[in-house]
């Protein structure tokens, strides 16, 4: 069983910092990549940030800048530092996780259950 579970979401004024977390925990075998999603309301699911294994990094324009996604391998977490909010940040922010839970590669995405990010003064 694999569970992955964020944290670190709440209310932050205009220009304001937060700091998500993501840790994937269970029968792992490796990951591949990790990243952050998020849906406002009306919205579809957006790419906001990913970190593949090795190191190297996507942002989604919105947040270039302003959000830096980091990881740590050893302890299968992922980080979402986000500085300079805007109201347009406001949204549920989704954790995922490819992991391969056999050793063959064969990797699968597992979702967390999502944490709310909103920003208002």
């Known amino acids: 069983q694999v569970q992955v579970v964020e944290s670190g979401g709440g209310l932050v004024q205009p220009g304001g910092s937060l700091r998500l977390s993501c840790a994937a925990s269970?029968?792992?075998?490796?990951?591949?990549?990790m990243g952050w999603y998020r849906q406002a309301p009306g919205k579809q699911r957006e790419l906001v940030a990913r970190?593949?294994?090795?190191?190297?990094?996507d942002y989604a324009e919105s947040v270039k800048g302003r959000f830096t996604i980091s990881r740590d391998n050893a302890k299968n977490t992922v980080f979402l530092q986000m500085n300079s909010l805007k109201p347009e940040d406001t949204a549920v922010y989704y954790c995922?996780?490819?992991?391969?839970?056999?050793?063959?590669?064969?990797?699968?995405?597992?979702w967390g259950q999502g944490t709310q990010v909103t920003v208002s003064s």
């Open positions: 995922n996780a490819d992991l391969d839970r056999s050793g063959w590669r064969v990797y699968y995405r597992y």
């Open positions: 269970g029968s792992i075998f490796s990951i591949n990549a």
């Open positions: 970190v593949i294994s090795g190191g190297s990094t």
